[in-house]
């Protein structure tokens, strides 16, 4: 039976904007997306049988269709149309519920592997359609690098790639629902006022200027005040970080995680080592260049 292995980077924000709010409660987003080298490792084997099952190493994660993996595998057999099954193994590395993508770049991985694996030939953008099925972040998980993400962030618009970061991300022991902290957002920014706004388009000039990062620039996720609101880890673990002197502080997507850009490797390296809570994750990590 063929085999194929995948890597399935996870993701930071560089900046997080809710652009508006319509009446259904969808959000209109705004972000900066970026690939790290952190990743889940996915093996998917053709079958004997009809069936898809799904194996998770590192996690207890439903190894059913409440699993994004397993959808994205249902998702792409139906669509070919193609009476295969699979058996797809998960090797978790990437903190789950932790604002960093875990599960859409699973899919994204399912969906590429399936492709190749049974030459499917779907194109990056029929990809793209069926991502964006899945979940908003399933999209820019596809290629990843550095990109604008926009509308429910399934819109896409690759940006030259960011200079290389080196990078420690903190991941406290709780974990955040992202429903909740888009709600307790809408509940401290009724009707989307009184909040920083985001340069988004000067964010993205110095990217493209290969500009260093200062920390100065604007870099913002609007749900960090929501998140804080709803676990006190997150600003208490900004706070730590920043103690360090890293370029930037800032909480990814929904949290709870939380990253600093450095200096350099060893700034890392010299967090990890004197970290004094014990509860939490610590890794050491840096941003990667777009898939091709």
């Known amino acids: 039976m063929k085999e194929i292995k995948i890597e399935a980077p996870a993701k930071i924000n560089l900046s997080l904007d809710i652009i508006d709010v319509e009446d259904d409660g969808y959000h209109k987003l705004e972000m900066i997306m970026q690939t790290i080298n952190l990743h889940d490792i996915i093996t998917i084997k053709e079958a004997s049988n009809k069936e898809i099952k799904l194996y ?8 059913d269709n409440r699993n994004l993996a397993y959808q994205a595998a249902e998702l792409i057999l139906n669509e070919a149309n193609l009476h295969k099954g699979v058996n797809i193994t998960i090797e978790k590395n990437i903190p789950v ?22 030459d499917l030939n779907f194109s990056y953008e029929k990809l793209k359609k069926l991502g964006a099925q899945l979940g908003m972040d399933v999209p820019f998980c596809l290629k990843g690098g550095t990109a604008l993400a926009t509308g429910k962030g399934d ?23 992202t429903s909740e902290v888009y709600k307790k957002y809408d509940e401290l920014y009724e009707n989307n006022t009184n909040r920083v706004q985001v340069p988004t388009s000067k964010l993205i000039k110095v990217i493209k200027n290969n500009d260093d990062i200062r920390g100065n620039e604007g870099w913002v996720n609007v ?25 930037l502080t800032m909480m990814t997507g929904s949290g709870p995680t939380v990253f600093a850009i450095l200096h350099d490797k060893k700034q890392g390296l010299d967090i990890k080592n004197n970290w004094t809570r014990d509860n939490d994750i610590v890794i050491t990590s840096s941003t990667v260049k777009r898939s091709s």
Request: charged share 25%.
């Open 155 to 177: 819109i896409i618009t690759p940006i030259p790639d960011l200079v290389p970061q080196e990078l420690v991300l903190i991941n406290p022991s709780s974990k955040l629902l």
């Open 223 to 247: 749900l960090e005040l929501a998140a804080e609101t709803m676990d006190e880890d997150i600003k208490t673990v900004k706070k730590m970080l920043e103690k360090f002197n890293p370029k």
């Open 56 to 63: 998770n190493i590192n996690s207890d994660l439903p190894v």
């Open 97 to 118: 519920a932790a604002g960093l993508a875990g599960g859409s770049t699973d899919a994204a991985g399912v969906l590429k592997g399936i492709n190749e694996l049974f």
